[in-house]
């Protein structure tokens, strides 16, 4: 998704301004995005929200599925809308991201200075006439703000379901079209460990407001059949090839 991130300088983007969204052409590729626990309850109805194993932080991550096969996202149209209700907060922050700046807790406002949305003559400016950050710079310095934290709280949730043992595989077989597909490579909470959770374990949940994330992700994983709906009307039928 990004192509040259650098941090916000206002030296180096002193005449620099951000044209406003107007396609998704620029996510057309990617079949997952990051999601947080604070988004799955929107993104339920929408997306599959899975989990990725990250083995050099031996740590598991959030994800929703946007696509069946690698570099194909089912949710941007050939007009470059976006196909749904709810956009995930990853892609809608861009073409802006934070970056960590060397001290723990301390995070940086970067642009993608290859994005098309990065321009000298239109849009709204970065910086004022005196070189202090403009108000759309400022809005979207609380934006991330606010993303941090929730990835904060993202990060330790997926921490204590794996202390809980609550990750297991997903291998799923679907069909689409006349092929049978395999489903895997991601992992999902296992539904009768967490019912087997003792008291004091499901409390714990409870208290430390999981439980809606929880329900929320298993709730999701219907959508793999919305999944296959969208791939079958994209791909021609032998009719058409013929």
Known sequence: MYSNLVPVNKTRHASKKVRQVQGFDFAKNFHIASIM???????????????????????????????????????????????ASYVPAIIRRYPFALAGAGEEGKFTVCIDEGSDLISDTEGAALFDEQGEPA????????????????????????????????????NMRVRQSDQVKNINGCYVLNEERLNSLSTEGFVDLREKRYLPAIYAHLVSLAQIERLIMLKDERVPSKTEVN
């Open 37 to 83: 626990a604070h988004e799955f309850a929107r993104a339920a109805s929408i997306y599959p929200v899975v989990f990725l194993e990250d083995k050099t932080e031996d740590s598991f991550k959030p994800v929703v599925l946007m696509g069946l096969d690698a570099g194909e996202n089912l949710f941007v149209g050939a007009d470059g809308k976006w196909q």
């Open 135 to 170: 108000e759309p710079l400022e809005n979207v310095k609380r934006y991330l703000g606010e993303l941090q934290m929730m990835d904060a709280f993202t990060r330790e949730f997926c921490k204590d379901l794996a202390s809980h043992n609550m990750f297991t595989p997903l």
